[in-house]
């Protein structure tokens, strides 16, 4: 299992300009969430998913948009960069919802991360 | 507001040496705390996930503690290497649609 990979690793944007942040899951896990993290900062949630076909904003959605058609894909669209949106940009995945246990396959698995730079 | 805060923000500790690290929180609900570590240019990696009615998990070298009164938890890393140093981030899950990530320890161990 190669678990939970992002495409691209590295990427510099030039503001109002507009990219595709990948993520694909190969351990057939039902929930998928996208995450920031800026420096110094705590993660925060940008858009998750319950399964193929449903996603729900999270925290901190603006300037965000996402999609869900398999299980596997979960990319992360941004429209009209920004600098404010400069950050590490971490996907992640889960068997089960937060907060209907604690098994193992709760557990949520995350990618390494695409490091984004808006200039 | 929900918040998770850490301390100490970093610590530099030697090679062979045990170290805590100290969470507190103030989530409502609770559903269950994580403690999770991030190498470097790495995605977090799950150490511990602990209940409400959980008190202590151990993950081998890594020790986590749980006191839901006070609302507190702790890591305690024991004969620490040098592979130890990365961010240990606290989370606590409401079991809602948001976690609640603290900012980090920034741990280096030095040889």
């Known amino acids: 299992n190669a678990g939970v990979t992002q495409t691209p690793k590295f990427r510099i944007l030039k503001i109002g300009q507009s990219m595709t942040l990948q993520c694909t899951q190969d351990?057939?896990?039902?929930?998928m969430y996208w995450y920031r993290q800026d420096p110094g900062m705590g993660l925060k949630l940008i858009y998750y998913?319950?399964?193929?076909?449903?996603?729900d904003k999270g925290e901190v959605p603006n300037g965000y948009n996402v999609s869900r058609s398999t299980t596997e894909d979960f990319p992360l669209r941004l429209e009209l960069a920004a600098p404010s949106q400069t950050s590490v940009y971490f996907c992640a995945s889960s068997y089960l919802a937060r907060g209907q246990g604690t098994e193992p396959s709760y557990e949520q698995y995350f990618g390494p991360g695409t490091r984004l730079t808006v200039t | 507001k929900n918040q998770v805060e850490q301390s100490p923000q970093s610590l530099i500790i030697l090679e062979g040496k045990n170290c805590t690290l100290q969470c507190n929180y103030t989530v409502s609900p609770f559903s269950n705390l994580r403690w999770y570590k991030q190498d470097t240019g790495r995605g977090p990696v799950s150490l511990t996930i602990m209940t409400f009615s959980e008190n202590t998990k151990s993950n081998g070298r890594y020790t986590a503690t749980l006191d839901a009164d006070t609302k507190q938890s702790s890591l305690h890393i024991t004969a620490s290497q040098l592979s130890d140093s990365a961010s240990y981030i606290c989370v606590v899950d409401s079991g809602y649609s948001t976690l609640t990530f603290g900012k980090g320890t920034m741990l280096l161990v030095s040889p």
């Open positions: 998913s319950v399964g193929a076909g449903i996603t």
């Open positions: 351990m057939n896990h039902n929930y």
